[in-house]
């Protein structure tokens, strides 16, 4: 099992979360204290998605439970730079509709 790594930044009122590795069964659970942390304490949430090696259906129900909440509390989470597995995946389930991507931070 590969390990995922998750590194959060501070830029301006928004909160930069990079992923980095598989998001699946194994790893899921690191990546939703995260992002319920990052929720709890930041309105804009951008999650750097450029180096995900695998985004599986547990990966994507964190993100689509985050999304959730979010728009609860009127807060936002976008998704930067989505690897092509990714994208990929986000595409093939029908939910890249409903997360707003960018290519660099400058257009968040």
Do not use: C, W
């Not at 590969?2 to 501070?10: K, P």
């Not at 301006?12 to 659970?29: C, F, I, K």
């Not at 090696?53 to 998704?79: N, P, Q």
């Amino acid at each position: 099992m590969t390990q995922l790594d998750i590194i959060e930044r501070r830029d301006g009122d928004r909160l930069v979360v990079t992923v980095a590795g598989p998001v699946n069964s194994y790893t899921y659970g690191d990546f939703q204290e995260k992002m319920t942390k990052a929720l709890a304490a930041h309105p804009l949430v951008v999650v750097d998605m450029e180096k995900v090696t695998t985004l599986s259906s547990a990966g994507i129900g964190v993100l689509m439970a985050a999304l959730d909440d979010a728009e609860a509390e009127g807060k936002r989470i976008v998704v930067l730079r989505p690897s092509e597995i990714a994208r990929l995946a986000l595409e093939s389930t029908g939910f890249s509709d409903r997360f707003p991507v960018a290519q660099n931070l400058r257009d968040i």
